[in-house]
């Protein structure tokens, strides 16, 4: 990629934009049109992924304009745009885009939000059909959906269920604290999500009312990017989307607005299950729109603060007993036409004065001396570097995210000029913006009036919350102390403390159908290289070795676990600090983490930095540090988590289900006061040392822009120097198994009238290609009919989830977890039903159309897996942990294809035969 001449051809475009104060041009390789009615349009070829399209449709219809009968219907409508349509009655829509390989919820989805909402369509475009079929989806969305009663009150159900998942301590809290800080605007009013009076007894005519209302094609616009022809899809779309009709007498399309009132406001809430105390200060702001240059030049200010801010707010937390458990600041955007400076903090347990004091002072520093020019530098480096990342990979960027730009631009008029601009203003502003500017920006953002303040936490310290008096007195005080400018130590030493000696690289083997070379070093360490086309500049790496805690006893165990803390201590002559400043503006990371049966190294690196990135992990692995203040610190925040955790309904439920899981073993059981005080810093630190003391076990496997060249000496210095001492150790089997047998535990938690359901089906299993696939399609053609019928047939949830996991080492073994929130009432009858799907299961074999749709699903999903480095990174990585064939990815394919209804049904008899079966319920207390 040849930047200069980038920079140099479109500068004189970006200065025009810049001096005359236009509108951003918008990125012209799109097609975009608006038909007579007014529908937009807009059409980009992009081929990444290959033969794949994606469609948007968005609209400017979100619950803001509900009138006070249809609150919660602009939520309700996208529902039914899922439940029959003109040309796909009922529910065969969803029936076959299934069958096309489309999957329901993870591709096929929509949001609705208090101004909009957008559907979205992922397909395949190789075949024309269903291209034309995906259009057609499109047109009956924008105005065709049938909305019949009786889909309508089945549909209830399923919107109550999503309501209900919603219900708890931030709802409760949330609904009483709203209205003050959205000024009692129709915001505070407008929950997508709705009232349940009226979702419960909204008459067809109603929905139907704000349908005709405000579906209408001078509101909407499809996006469409991917693998097409864009010529032959703008006459498509022209020929479909023409005769779409505004009403008569249209309603005019409001734009909503927060009043700003310039007066300050304090609210405190409270709530029984809440966890942990927060108190955070909002500053509302005239939303920052990015229309022109210099909106994007103050958008890139505000970033360079909120970057700068973070540090300083990280920095005062790595220092010896830190005067809170969290805190941070900075710009974002708020709601309607608002964004807002927000400084927040949690506080440790009953110490809120000291806490919000230092997270103020960190705002009030910042206000009054500005930032330094390292730290400037720094932050725009990061963000240069992250923009020319982008441009680099522009013919590899994927169409989804082409489609979630064009989609703010039609909603917000966000800009969008394409990377080259884009790049070229960045680079531009970047060289002008100085210190100075950034600290005059601060300076009008940070308000002494129109300030909220917000106090949440559990009903037992209300008491001891301030007054609004108090509370204000607590930033005059601060505002009124002698602060001195932020200073900032600089570490100026190389990274290691000493060069590593090189090793050598004694074997080379290429695998020609695999394109993997494999070398062995000097050392005994195995490198594995597979080079790919699928991105630009995409380096991934990650190296293995058996062993990890299972080598240590259960009473050492805290404190081999406690060694994944050491990597965030620093490494060479860095310390924590240094070393995230060292990061900055770099484009690669590593960490070493050690596991139940592996410690582990991985990274990711652009082809620059991918020499930096290696001289970090040999630090990680031979110049550790140890940090008495940071692990201190970090028992302390670990500790402070654990006070109210017994508050929420959903931790102590989680926490139940882990230990029935583990069977109740020490190493998987649940983090209490009693483990964390049996952490020991110094066997920690000594564990982590003799983890990778012993590299010779080590495999390594590199992926993405690897010029297998280049990258050998770099291989033979960092990687074939590490130590080696040939102990050839192995994970021990710990025998920690989900319990055999029949379980049943119903927890009493919580004050909802909401229940959480988990089934777990578990036992030993025939680890092999094959069966992992049968599983897979076992896992699938269960959750498709558990999806049909215990939210479509019987509205008695809104998204039952499956979850399947097949693991080989240390031996053979398989879940399988089926999981549900409803309405305590439903608890047993649920559980019924999905026991009756399973048994149908077992008994006749899944239906042939509901293992087509897994087929479908299945082979599209390969196909794109297939070109993604992280899958063959990580598949690589999953194969040599488990001795298992590399040209398994070959194969997937042929097995999907092999698999019949009657493996189904015989994998279902083998394995979910009852015999190991767990119950696990979440209740609320008055059910008891």
Not at 464 to 492: C, D, R
Not at 862 to 884: G, H, T
Request: hydrophobic share 35%; charged share 25%; with cysteine.
């Amino acid at each position: 990629m040849n930047f200069k001449k980038i920079f140099s051809t479109a500068i004189a475009a970006v200065l025009c934009y810049t001096s005359q104060g236009q509108n951003l041009p918008f990125d012209g390789a799109v097609r975009t049109g608006k038909l007579p009615n007014g529908f937009t349009y807009y059409i980009r070829h992009n081929e990444e992924p290959k033969s794949r399209v994606v469609f948007y449709l968005a609209n400017k219809v979100g619950s803001v304009l509900e009138d006070d009968d249809q609150q919660g219907l602009a939520h309700f409508m996208e529902h039914m745009s899922f439940n029959g349509t003109k040309n796909f009655p009922k529910s065969e829509l969803v029936n076959y885009l299934q069958k096309t390989g489309v999957r329901f919820g993870a591709d096929l989805n929509a949001y609705t939000s208090f101004d909009e909402t957008v559907y979205e369509l992922p397909l395949p475009s190789d075949k024309p059909e269903i291209v034309q079929n995906g259009l057609q989806i499109m047109r009956d969305w924008a105005q065709d959906a049938t909305l019949d009663p009786a889909e309508i009150n089945k549909e209830r159900g399923v919107v109550l269920e999503e309501k209900r998942l919603g219900k708890g301590a931030a709802d409760r809290m949330r609904i009483k604290y709203f209205p003050i800080m959205l000024n009692n605007s129709v915001y505070a009013n407008r929950l997508p999500i709705g009232s349940e009076e009226v979702l419960n007894n909204f008459k067809p005519e109603t929905i139907k009312r704000f349908y005709h209302d405000w579906y209408r094609p001078n509101l909407q616009a499809l996006i469409v990017v991917g693998d097409i022809d864009v010529d032959a899809m703008e006459k498509a779309i022209k020929g479909k989307f023409s005769d779409l009709k505004n009403p008569e007498n249209e309603k005019p399309r409001p734009i909503f607005k927060i009043p700003l009132t310039g007066k300050d406001q304090f609210i405190v809430v409270t709530d029984p299950e809440v966890t942990a105390t927060r108190a955070e200060v909002t500053i509302k702001l005239p939303k920052l729109e990015l229309h022109t240059a210099a909106n994007y030049r103050e958008f890139i200010i505000r970033e360079l603060m909120n970057r700068m801010l973070g540090e300083r707010y990280a920095d005062l937390q790595r220092q010896a007993n830190p005067p809170y458990l969290g805190a941070g600041g900075g710009v974002s955007s708020f709601l309607a036409d608002l964004d807002n400076y927000s400084v927040s903090v949690t506080p440790k347990p009953g110490e809120l004065e000291t806490g919000f004091k230092a997270a103020w002072r960190v705002s009030e520093q910042a206000k009054r001396y500005g930032f330094t020019t390292n730290e400037l530098e720094r932050a725009k480096l990061t963000y240069l570097n992250r923009t020319e990342a982008a441009l680099k990979e522009k013919n590899k960027t994927r169409s989804d995210s082409y489609v979630n730009e064009y989609v703010q631009y039609f909603l917000h008029g966000t800009a969008s000029p394409g990377i080259e601009f884009e790049y070229t203003l960045v680079k531009d502003e970047l060289s002008k913006i100085k210190a100075d500017d950034l600290n005059a920006y601060i300076k009008t953002i940070i308000k002494g009036t129109g300030r909220d303040v917000l106090i949440t936490g559990p009903d037992k310290e209300k008491g001891s919350f301030p007054s609004q008096q108090v509370f204000m007195s607590w930033i005059k005080s601060v505002e009124g102390e002698t602060l001195t400018a932020y200073h900032e130590e600089t570490n100026t030493l190389s990274l290691l403390n000493k060069t590593p000696a090189p090793g050598k690289i004694v074997k080379t083997q290429y695998d020609r159908t695999l394109n993997i070379t494999t070398l062995v070093l000097s050392n005994g360490i195995k490198v594995l290289l597979k080079p790919t086309d699928f991105r630009n500049d995409q380096i991934l790496f990650s190296g293995i070795s058996a062993g990890g805690t299972s080598l240590y006893s259960d009473a050492d165990f805290p404190s081999a676990d406690a060694a994944n803390l050491i990597p965030s201590f620093g490494a060479g002559n860095y310390n924590n600090a240094a070393l995230s400043k060292y990061m900055s503006g770099k484009q690669f990371g590593v960490r070493t983490s050690i596991g139940e049966r592996q410690q582990s190294i991985s990274g990711s690196s652009n082809l620059t930095g991918l020499e930096q990135a290696l001289q970090l992990m040999y630090a990680y692995v031979t110049q550790p540090r140890k940090d008495t203040i940071l692990f201190k610190n970090y028992i302390s925040r670990a500790k402070a988590a654990l006070a109210n955790r017994q508050n929420d309904p959903a931790s102590v439920f989680n926490d139940t289900v882990i230990a029935v899981m583990s069977g109740h073993n020490v190493r998987r059981a649940p983090q209490t006061l009693a483990t964390l005080d049996k952490i020991n810093l110094d066997k920690a630190y000594a564990i982590y040392k003799e983890r990778f003391s012993d590299a010779s076990g080590f495999t390594f496997v590199f992926t993405g822009s690897i010029d297998t060249t280049a990258i050998k000496p770099l291989l033979e210095k960092y990687i074939a120097s590490l130590p080696a001492r040939n102990k050839k150790e192995e994970a021990k089997d710990l025998h920690i198994n989900i319990p055999a047998g029949q379980i049943a535990k119903t927890v009493y938690k919580g004050t909802e009238a909401k229940a959480n359901v988990i089934l777990v089906f578990s036992g030993l299993f025939d680890y092999s290609l094959a069966n992992n696939m049968k599983m897979d399609a076992l896992k699938e053609t269960i959750q498709i009919r558990l999806i049909e019928r215990l939210r479509e047939e019987e509205g008695g949830v809104y998204s039952p989830s499956i979850r399947a996991t097949t693991t080989k080492l240390p031996q053979g073994r398989f879940s399988l977890s089926v999981l549900f929130g409803c309405a305590p009432q439903n608890v047993e009858k649920l559980i019924a039903s999905t026991l009756d799907e399973v048994n149908k299961i077992k008994n006749n074999g899944p239906l042939q159309v509901n293992l087509d749709k897994f087929k479908a699903e299945t082979q599209r999903s390969i196909e794109l897996e297939l070109k993604s480095n992280n899958f063959w990174q990580s598949y690589m990585v999953n194969q040599i942990q488990n001795k298992e064939p590399l040209d398994d990815a070959n194969k997937y394919v042929q097995e999907v294809d092999k698999i019949s209804t009657t493996d189904i049904k015989a994998i279902a008899n083998k394995y979910l035969n009852g015999k190991n079966y767990i119950r696990m319920v979440l209740l609320p207390e008055a059910s008891k």
